[in-house]
């Protein structure tokens, strides 16, 4: 698991790969990612945006950003956390993501961003 902190927001992420699959005379790695999102802060707030970089081993990059993650803007209180996974599709064996969240304080109002580590997208054959 990857973790990081960022303002008391803490950030940890699990991966999986979920085998290939044909979409549009393609093939595809699909891999799942699970993000649990805890505020170790003393404030409460609120993730409005969020901002991807996704990498592959073929030189590819995609920037993947909008409101909110999985239709969600959630609001997390001191010592709250909320869990959500979402996935990606690539065309070759191995990648990687990392990004942010834009989160605002709703104590003071003020905006930041919420570092997420990068962290590694690979088959279960690379992996081992």
Sequence with gaps: MIQQI?????????????GTRLRNNTMYYVFAYFITIENT??????????????????N????V???GVVG?????KPN???????GCFLESN???MKGFYTMINLDTF???????????LLTKAISN
């Design 6 to 18: 960022t303002k008391g927001i803490k950030i940890s992420v699990k991966t999986k790969f979920n």
């Design 41 to 58: 802060s003393t404030e409460t707030v609120k993730l409005t945006d969020r901002f991807w970089k996704i990498y592959d081993s073929l």
């Design 60 to 63: 590819r990059t995609e920037i």
């Design 65 to 67: 950003s909008g409101e």
């Design 72 to 76: 969600q803007t959630p609001i997390l």
């Design 80 to 86: 709250d956390n909320y869990t959500y996974s979402s």
């Design 94 to 96: 191995t990648g990687a």
């Design 110 to 120: 003020e905006q930041f961003k919420v570092i997420i580590p990068t962290f590694q």
